[in-house]
């Protein structure tokens, strides 16, 4: 496990082969009067009208194009339908080199080579070559370019030349960019242009320019997501979940969640009396079952959990990822980094004598992450009341924190029909997947923690929209080599795929996706997996970073508006006030540019325009600068995606959802 995001769930990733790097070439048969090297680029009379092409090859040329070559013949195939079922792929692939990867001149040459028989107005027009246009009188504009190309059929054609998450200055030019308001594609002039993630422009006077970080990739053909829409449906399976467990430290988190992988049978005996046997010589025999998710020799010396470990299990209808977030105050930053990533949560608290008290009230961390689960989006939440035996199972005791529990999650934003309470013992492993405990049945009837979990409603998953993953870790490893692990927060990804880092602007292809240590074909929106990937220096990418469709990317900027709601405040926000935000597995450092207005909370209606202070438990609207462009998303697009958190000085003071999307200041 490190202090920079989640890495428990995995095994040890530096074992890497190097072998491939290193091997000796093996050189055939020369003329003595060349040496091997120079021999490969002698003129051979034979050969009429060689190109440069002749010269390199095949495996240089290859491996040079492999990671963009195929998009090409995809389009080609595409565009040509029927009249390419005899092409030969080497062929296509040898004419887009030789046409310096212009799509509508390939086909020119395959026609005039008599490749393919002569079909009349046939073109590549810039619908098919970009993008799918939704607007029709995007699509209208579309067509009538396209026709005006077309009608120099014989003039030199000039290909797009596209330019990821980067401003493009062309005056006379109109270009295409990413609508921050609606997500769709708008043409505008460089007058009214703003920097956006993606730029497509159509330079028509200057030569083309080709390589594999300027190309407009497309993630996967239509055909290749059908294939995984009937693969995902002929499969039946458990809904998945992703559960984070939070709460005051030393409330039992740790020990419950492994306990009840003991009791699943996740973690077997002689693991567990090992645990037993090295506790107890560390002086700390209860902490046992902690020591299953607390790997980490720190955190088990120290006795508390300081980054969030993953693992996960089966009940009998659901497929469970758990998060163990921290509960120490020191590590609130990855605690909202697990939670960010979860659809529902266990809140644990401490029924011992003062336990619960330490944690609800004054500095106690109970409250703080009640809200925080909140802010981020959970909106299923079991309260486990833990350590109920050192009360010895008091009814009393349990109605006291019901009591006070149910009035809090109200304030905060909780449904009471979305929120239930389980009295367990965590070590003692009472209630958890069975009850035995005469002084606990005698009051208590309902269902274990266990059958608790197994009926958290499923999440909504956007299979639907643009994929989009944000990396919580990059590693190395023997079988996928370079991997980026995180939440898959929309869309869809198979073996194969190409993605965009963003920000960076780097291509990649996806070589291997494993889901809980399995190989697997393809993964779907709120999967947590772990992605290896090609074509793509490891250094260039860091946790934060996104992965997305290239065709559809994420925006990127340093300024946004948004909507908050402030917490317990130690002084009133002012603008030009600093902060912390905490976004996705990420924190920048911010700060409050302008105080817009102040909503009311229940119509949503402006109460005050340019406020110059929010007091506490306050709706308004407000707009902020970040120290460094990040990925940004609106609310309204992906809800996970545009959900916040500000701290200041170790306190949470506001959270809040991004509205609108300004351009980098």
């Known amino acids: 496990k490190t202090q920079e995001g989640m890495s428990r769930h995995r095994n040890i990733r530096n074992d890497i082969d190097y072998d491939d790097d290193y091997e000796d070439e093996e050189y055939g048969s020369y003329g003595s009067a060349a040496s091997p090297g120079g021999a490969a680029y002698l003129y051979d009379r034979s050969q009429r009208n060689q190109t440069l092409n002749s010269f390199?090859?095949?495996?240089?040329?290859?491996?040079?194009?492999?990671?963009?070559?195929?998009?090409?013949?995809?389009?080609?195939?595409?565009?040509?339908?029927?009249?390419?079922?005899?092409?030969?792929?080497?062929?296509?692939?040898?004419?887009?080199?030789?046409?310096?990867?212009?799509?509508?001149?390939?086909?020119?040459?395959?026609?005039?080579?008599?490749?393919?028989?002569?079909?009349?107005?046939?073109?590549?027009?810039?619908?098919?070559?970009?993008?799918?246009?939704?607007?029709?009188?995007?699509?209208?504009?579309?067509?009538?370019?396209?026709?005006?190309?077309?009608?120099?059929?014989?003039?030199?054609?000039?290909?797009?030349?596209?330019?990821?998450?980067?401003?493009?200055?062309?005056?006379?030019?109109?270009?295409?960019?990413?609508?921050?308001?609606?997500?769709?594609?708008?043409?505008?002039?460089?007058?009214?242009?703003?920097?956006?993630?993606?730029?497509?422009?159509?330079?028509?006077?200057?030569?083309?320019?080709?390589?594999?970080?300027?190309?407009?990739?497309?993630?996967?053909?239509?055909?290749?997501?059908?294939?995984?829409?009937?693969?995902?449906?002929?499969?039946?399976?458990?809904?998945?979940?992703?559960?984070?467990?939070?709460?005051?430290?030393?409330?039992?988190?740790?020990?419950?969640?492994?306990?009840?992988?003991?009791?699943?049978?996740?973690?077997?005996?002689?693991v567990i009396h090992k645990y037993e046997k090295e506790s107890k010589n560390m002086g700390k025999g209860s902490f046992s079952f902690a020591w299953v998710l607390d790997e980490n020799e720190e955190e088990r010396n120290r006795g508390v959990t300081m980054d969030v470990g993953i693992t996960n299990f089966e009940t009998p209808n659901r497929r469970v990822t758990l998060l163990d977030a921290p509960g120490h105050r020191d590590f609130v930053p990855n605690m909202i980094s697990g939670t960010a990533q979860a659809d529902v949560g266990l809140l644990v608290v401490d029924a011992a004598p003062d336990g619960f008290e330490k944690g609800f009230e004054a500095d106690g961390q109970t409250k703080e992450h009640a809200l925080l689960a909140r802010s981020l989006g959970i909106s299923q939440l079991g309260v486990v009341i833990n350590k109920l035996d050192l009360a010895d199972w008091s009814k009393q005791r349990y109605d006291d924190i019901v009591g006070k529990m149910t009035a809090f999650l109200k304030l905060s934003g909780f449904r009471e029909k979305s929120f239930w309470f389980i009295p367990l013992s965590g070590f003692a492993g009472e209630n958890i997947v069975a009850r035995k405990e005469e002084k606990l049945t005698s009051w208590y009837s309902g269902p274990t923690l266990a059958e608790r979990i197994d009926q958290f409603d499923p999440a909504v998953r956007e299979i639907s929209k643009p994929f989009r993953l944000c990396i919580s870790d990059m590693y190395k490893a023997q079988v996928l080599g370079l991997a980026a692990a995180g939440r898959v927060e929309a869309g869809l990804v198979s073996v194969g795929d190409k993605l965009l880092v963003s920000p960076g602007n780097e291509i990649c292809t996806v070589k291997g996706i494993k889901i809980h240590g399995e190989s697997v074909e393809y993964a779907t929106a709120g999967d947590y997996v772990d992605l290896g990937l090609s074509g793509v220096d490891g250094q260039l990418i860091n946790n934060g970073n996104v992965l997305c469709d290239p065709e559809k990317a994420i925006p990127v900027s340093n300024r946004f508006r948004a909507q908050i709601l402030t917490f317990t405040l130690q002084r009133p926000i002012l603008k030009g006030q600093s902060a912390e935000m905490h976004y996705t597995s990420q924190n920048e450092a911010a700060v409050i540019t302008h105080l817009i207005s102040i909503l009311d909370k229940s119509s949503g209606e402006v109460k005050k325009k340019t406020p110059r202070a929010l007091g506490e438990h306050m709706t308004a609207v407000v707009e902020i600068k970040l120290y460094k462009p990040l990925c940004l998303e609106l609310y309204a697009d992906y809800k996970q995606l545009g959900r916040f958190t500000l701290r200041e000085n170790g306190k949470t003071f506001a959270a809040g959802i991004i509205t609108e999307i300004l351009p980098s200041k």
Do not use: C, W
């Not at 009349?120 to 619908?127: A, F, G, I, Q, R």
């Not at 290909?159 to 005056?171: D, E, Q, Y």
């Not at 320019?209 to 055909?223: D, G, I």
């Not at 009840?260 to 049978?265: A, D, E, Q, R, V």
């Open 56 to 270: 390199l090859g095949p495996s240089e040329q290859d491996e040079e194009d492999a990671d963009f070559i195929y998009s090409y013949v995809d389009q080609i195939y595409d565009t040509l339908g029927n009249e390419a079922d005899d092409l030969d792929q080497e062929e296509v692939k040898l004419a887009i080199r030789l046409n310096n990867y212009d799509v509508n001149q390939t086909i020119d040459y395959l026609y005039d080579k008599k490749i393919i028989g002569k079909v009349s107005n046939l073109k590549v027009t810039d619908e098919q070559f970009d993008m799918e246009i939704e607007s029709p009188k995007m699509k209208e504009m579309a067509k009538n370019a396209a026709a005006s190309k077309s009608a120099s059929f014989d003039s030199p054609k000039k290909a797009a030349v596209v330019t990821l998450g980067a401003p493009v200055s062309n005056k006379n030019t109109p270009s295409k960019s990413i609508s921050f308001d609606t997500g769709k594609f708008e043409e505008k002039s460089e007058e009214s242009a703003k920097p956006k993630a993606l730029t497509e422009v159509l330079k028509k006077d200057e030569p083309s320019v080709y390589s594999p970080k300027t190309q407009l990739h497309r993630q996967m053909t239509q055909n290749r997501r059908k294939e995984i829409e009937a693969m995902m449906s002929s499969k039946v399976k458990k809904e998945h979940l992703n559960l984070v467990v939070i709460g005051h430290v030393d409330a039992g988190k740790s020990t419950i969640m492994g306990h009840l992988l003991y009791l699943f049978g996740v973690i077997n005996q002689k």
